[in-house]
């Protein structure tokens, strides 16, 4: 997964298992479901789109309640 297209794709498609995970799955199993279907995506990302693809990742986690946002910004 190299370009920018084929990793927004991919971040579409992990948003949707995300919230099968929720419908699905008891809570407390949700983020480590979740962390494994990410694996494929977050693993594959070029150096330069790395910090794009683990914004994104950490925001669907943020909104569906999983993580707490970092009040830093870091």
Known sequence: MNSKAD???GL?????TLAELRRTLPQDEVLEA????AR????????ELDAYVQGRVNTLLTD???IQEDPGGS
């Open 34 to 37: 979740f962390g494994e279907a």
């Open 64 to 66: 569906a309640g999983l």
């Open 40 to 47: 494929p995506l977050t693993g594959q990302v070029p150096a």
């Open 7 to 9: 990793i927004d794709a």
């Open 12 to 16: 579409e498609r992990l948003a949707a």
